[in-house]
């Protein structure tokens, strides 16, 4: 694909967000008139609207960005968040919290705590000594994400229908967000996440020409490995704790930024953000208009979207990825 200046398509991008944040304010399952927009009755529904499109911003960003960082720490172009098993294990402390406990907070910080145990699990399990290999870490991951997602249909199979179908909904992704304070906090901790990773982009760059190349730059690979699995832990964490699992934006936003803006991190750490707050933006879009007024979940439009890009990234693995 021909590389196109990358502050161009930065800007690009952000407009599109900016157009699509006001689409997402204003289309929904409830038709406003754009007259009345402002009207006292039609308040709280614009008001939510808007926290769910902040919250598609945030979440599409740090999904992308955890999926750039994963992408170039594994040195694997399929890498993407869900893939290490932080995802489901996010999932599973969530699905805890909404089974045996009452309360979006107390789910909230066990999908936390979830995603940060399951990037340590997979951490040690992969780990030879002191040395961490890529290709242990994505074996680790699939055999622990099998595990906890056989653990998750356990547990909604067990449970009662209303809880049940309660907990399928949310998993599939949902952006809707009631509590501001939840919102304001998922906001900062993926927007220092995203901060941490720009800060490392030069580690990256190292890491992307191999462990070699990194280490004659005096790169410290296994640090510099640790904490950037953590972040990306954190972020999909922070992420998968308030809106579910939403496959597929950490694998192919990056893929397809570095393909547009070229691999430079300082560079494509911002696109991949740009880009996947745009696109998460219009799957929400799609999954709130396509089927009125029931609606889609947002991880349906993904998957849609998602699993034919797979399969193309999966037929081309033989070619240069980092080039």
Known sequence: MTKIKPLNYIA????????????????GQVKIPLEKIFDEKYLEIIKLRFYRVIL????GSGLSVAGVILQSVLRNPLSEPYVLGVSSGAGLGAVIGLIFLSGMISVSLLAFAGGVLTIILVYNL???GNKLSTENMIISGVVVNALFSSLLMFLISSSGNAKSHSVIWWLLGNLQIFNFTQLVTVVCVICAGILVAIVFAKELNALSLGEEE???LG????RIKKILLLISA??????????GIIGFVGLMVPHLTRRIIGPDHRILIIGSA????????LCDIVSRTVMVPQGLPVGVITAFVGVPFFVCILRKTRKAYFQ
């Open 56 to 59: 598609a911003i945030a979440v």
């Open 214 to 216: 990194a280490l004659h």
């Open 12 to 27: 690009a991008l952000f407009l599109c967000v900016v157009l699509l944040s006001v689409l997402g304010v204003l289309l």
């Open 274 to 281: 740009v880009t996947g707050a745009a696109f998460l933006l």
């Open 126 to 128: 992969a780990r030879t």
């Open 219 to 222: 790169v410290n690979i296994e």
């Open 234 to 243: 954190l972020i999909t964490s922070v992420a998968v704790s308030v809106c």
